[in-house]
């Protein structure tokens, strides 16, 4: 079944414990992102890579990381989070870029105390 | 600025009522593509359209049908016919380069 999973769905954690929240997909995607939503300000796009080793910033990188090793795998990265990461967390991956369909994964309850 | 605005936060129809969700958009590139999604209450975010800025031809997919008009920067979506079912959050989303612009999502109700 093509699908892009992210673990884990929830996470409760306290500021300054490093995190990381996985993401995979199996469609063989070059394109991939995460997003954060919170009430009122929809998705908003924090990092995005088009291929292997390419990664650049959404609009919101600030405290976050990611890397692209692998086509399949793409982890975000929160080295000291602060209360105001917490969010509901969504990966995608899409064939091409963003001029074709997203395919978003599950996503992410983070709660940074 | 690049930006994807629905104003209209929350809408609550009864069942059957044909319903409109308004996207505005604002770009200064000339090719960009328009989405739309659907996220239930389940959470999940799903694919519904996609449409490029050189294509204006309205869609209709059943009981929904979209409203692509390059003169008011709107891409606009109607449910017509409304059904509990599509109870949900509605985002509407522009390309810009490589990254992707998401609008502020309507909430739509639907009452039995």
Known sequence: EAQVTQNPRYLITVTGKKLTVTCSQNMNHEYMSWYRQDPGLGLRQIYYSMNVEVTDKGDVPEGYKVSRKEKRNFPLILESPSPNQTSLYFCASSRGGVYNEQFFGPGTRLTVL | ?112
Do not use: H, M
């Not at chain 2, 200064?28 to 449409?51: A, C, H, M, N």
């Not at chain 2, 409203?67 to 509605?90: L, M, P, R």
């Open chain 2, 1 to 112: 600025a690049q930006k994807v605005t629905q104003a209209q936060t929350e809408i609550s129809v009864v069942e059957k009522e044909d319903v409109t969700l308004d996207c505005v958009y604002e770009t200064r590139d000339t090719t960009y593509y328009l989405f739309w999604y659907k996220q239930p209450p389940s959470g999940e975010l799903v694919f519904l359209i996609r449409r490029n800025s050189f294509d204006e031809q309205n869609e209709i997919s059943g009981r929904y049908s979209w409203n692509f008009q390059k003169s008011t920067s709107s891409f606009n979506f109607t449910i017509t016919a409304s059904q509990v079912v599509d109870s949900a959050v509605y985002f509407c989303a522009l390309s810009r380069g490589s990254r992707l612009t998401f609008g502020e999502g309507t909430q739509l109700t639907v009452n039995p």
